[in-house]
């Protein structure tokens, strides 16, 4: 065999492991690349077609980058003719209409300032390295992304030159001023800086599911604010968290807040679904991250459970309500309640607001339409205040491990966020624990089993108005049927008022507030007031109809008992009073608010029917008898009569046979006393 065909050299065109070993065939290459016959020859046809194809895909990539990859002169040439307001898409609203006069240079991947350009200022020329597809490929990739904006929305390019604050804040929590590989800088509407967790490259084309944000004007970057936001690059890092910061006031006073947590949510709305946040989480620059590894997603409920219209999750302290740290669903609800604290002193400007945004955001959440959509938290979850020597076990202080502190109305806050920023930048593993040995994973799971038994016990009490509303409407049509006619026409025309008003309310149920049942309560207690003349109505009724059902009771065991039902006869109507005086009795025993007037008459009209008809059995019983009787006595007469006649028979019978006997005798004794002429002697009397 040759070499040509041996199995060991021969191709396979399917390797995996579920699938068996199928050979190549040759013939399922392309033509211009299957070799009509065998050749030995190092340049063979095949050969150098891959070798060109090879070489061309090298050539096009350099030139490729050699076109698009323009130096600063052809770029502000571009910009001189390129009006931004003709583009689809406007990557800085001040630009609308106005042709930009002076070169943008595009940030990178990493941001303005790569590293690699970083480098290349400060050394001398490099060496040119030898052309390869993959280098092409990269070179290819480096020059495109950042001339197709449609790419990448936020990646707009900077309107100034990179500052010492943008690198001072992207550096590391050890002061270093370089840009962070895991943190890509981008900054968008003028103000505001966007912070990916982590670079496309590294996320794999993972999906961000929460956004953090929060906001910091004016401030140094060797401030404690800046230092507390740095706090969170690292849990930014490990989780691929979004961060967005507002550095310029956008309303006036504290108003910025609700503001921007608003922007950003008609911001994510504008998105295809498939690409916005989920949940945004906000948190006040006095907040320092202690442990990086617990996860935003820890305290949210699970998607596509019983809790998909919790939208906001909030905590409290002694004073109420704590805004200070908070995550609230990307969610068309959410929007309206951040439109209605933006705008509350507008619309009630008479409502004093000591604690302004904070004030109205809790005045709100109390309101019918946003109640049902929100969940307390405990307070060490998100606002945990800083605890004694650190070591508590109060439910409002840190713990070891615990995510985060808060410094909320603290007076000397800056010292007490120094001593708190020394244990969050060392790092220290008694603090930086693992969720799992944390105790987040049981309280978060206690927490939403403890939510979902309370809600259900809402739902169950909702349930239980509305039975008592519907099986009072029920009793109330009833008793009207029943008895109304025995009131005044004015009393039962407020009756049926109050009774059609409970409908209504049964009818309309809030849309907004579904676990509200005051207005349904309400309805319920007015009828059941109004209905008063009502029950006094029926129990005067229902006293005499006991009345009539005892007499009927006690005269249907009278007749019973002179059937001789105690003596064992048994007949169809004996049988039938029993039942009915049993029934009668078992309704009589019943409480007499479960009477029904109708049941009870029937009841006792039984009882009457079924004595009437054993007293008309009885009555035929008698009427019978007596004919029974006259009939044996006619018949006892007839025989009698008939028994006279033949005696009379007979003894007339014997007295004529006595006759004759006589007369025989008589004659027999007459005959010798006479002679007849011829000599016989003839008697003589």
Request: aromatic share 8%.
């Amino acid at each position: 065999m040759s070499a040509r065909h041996s199995p060991k050299v021969e191709a396979y065109a399917d390797s995996s492991p579920i699938s068996p070993l199928t050979p190549l065939s040759p013939s399922a290459l392309p033509q211009w690349i299957r070799q009509s016959r065998p050749r030995s020859a190092i340049f063979s046809s095949g050969r150098v077609r891959i070798l060109l194809i090879a070489l061309g895909c090298m050539f096009m990539g350099w030139t490729l980058t050699s076109v698009l990859g323009s130096n600063e002169q052809d770029l502000a040439e571009f910009d001189s003719v390129y009006d931004k307001a003709s583009g689809g898409v406007l990557d800085d609203p001040t630009g609308f209409g106005v042709q930009s006069s002076h070169a943008k240079q595009q940030p990178g991947i990493l941001g303005p300032n790569d590293p690699d350009d970083e480098s290349e200022s400060g050394m001398g020329p490099r060496p040119q390295k030898e052309p390869t597809v993959s280098g092409a490929l990269a070179e290819l990739h480096h020059a495109v992304k950042g001339k197709i904006q449609s790419w990448n929305p936020y990646h707009a390019a900077s309107s100034h030159a990179p500052t010492d604050d943008d690198d001072y804040y992207n550096s590391t929590s050890t002061g270093a001023k370089h840009k962070s590989h895991n943190t890509t800088s981008l900054e968008a509407l003028g103000g505001e800086t966007i912070h990916d967790g982590m670079s496309d490259e590294e996320g794999l084309g993972a999906r961000t599911r929460i956004g953090k944000c929060t906001i910091l004007f004016n401030s140094n970057p060797n401030s404690y604010w800046e230092r507390a936001v740095r706090s969170h690059e690292n849990h930014d890092k490990q989780h691929g968290y979004r961060l967005h910061v507002l550095r310029q006031q956008i309303m006036d006073d504290v108003w910025s807040k609700p503001a921007y947590i608003l922007s950003l949510l008609l911001r994510e709305l504008a998105k295809p679904e498939g690409e916005r946040l989920e949940w945004l989480f906000w948190f006040d620059a006095d907040t320092i991250i202690l442990n990086p590894y617990i996860p935003i997603e820890i305290f949210l409920p699970k998607p596509g459970g019983e809790f998909d219209d919790v939208h906001l999750i909030y905590s409290e302290d002694w004073n109420g309500l704590n805004n200070g740290v908070f995550p609230v669903r990307v969610h068309q609800w959410s929007v309206q309640l951040f439109s209605a604290i933006t705008s509350f002193r507008h619309f009630r400007p008479d409502v004093q607001l000591v604690m302004r945004d904070q004030a109205a955001m809790e005045m709100l959440m109390k309101e019918p339409y946003f109640k049902n959509n929100i969940v307390q938290a405990p307070q060490r979850w998100f606002n945990a205040y800083q605890g004694e020597h650190n070591e508590t076990l109060a439910p409002f202080q840190i713990r070891r491990g615990d995510f985060l502190v808060h410094f909320a109305g603290v007076w000397d806050r800056e010292a007490r966020m120094n001593y708190w920023f020394d244990r969050s930048e060392q790092h220290l593993d008694d603090w930086e624990v693992p969720l799992k040995a944390t105790s987040y994973p049981q309280e978060v799971k206690d927490f939403w089993a403890e939510q979902s038994a309370k809600r259900k016990e809402r739902k169950e009490g909702v349930a239980t108005v509305r039975l008592k509303a519907k099986e009072l409407l029920a009793k109330v049509e009833q008793d009207l049927r029943d008895f109304g006619d025995r009131l005044p026409s004015s009393e039962k025309e407020a009756i049926e008022t109050a009774r059609d008003e409970l409908n209504k309310a049964m009818e309309d149920s809030d849309a907004k507030d579904p676990y509200n049942t005051t207005k349904l309560e309400d309805a319920t207690t007015h009828l059941t007031d109004v209905s008063s003349p009502l029950r006094d109505a029926i129990e005067k009724a229902l006293k005499s109809l006991l009345s009539s059902a005892h007499e009927a009771i006690f005269a249907g065991e009278k007749d019973l008992l002179e059937g001789g039902a105690d003596k064992g006869i048994e007949n169809p109507e004996l049988t039938l009073l029993s039942e009915t005086v049993k029934r009668l009795k078992a309704l009589v025993m019943m409480p007499q608010e479960e009477w029904n007037r109708h049941t009870v008459t029937e009841a006792t009209e039984e009882v009457t029917r079924a004595r009437a008809a054993l007293k008309e059995k009885s009555e035929e019983i008698i009427r019978k008898a007596k004919e029974k009787e006259e009939k044996e006595k006619s018949e006892e007469m007839i025989k009698a009569k008939e028994k006279a006649e033949r005696e009379k028979e007979r003894e007339r019978a014997r007295v004529s046979s006595i006759k004759d006997v006589a007369v025989g005798e008589v004659a027999a004794t007459a005959v010798p006393d006479a002679v007849s002429p011829a000599g016989d002697n003839v008697f003589t009397p």
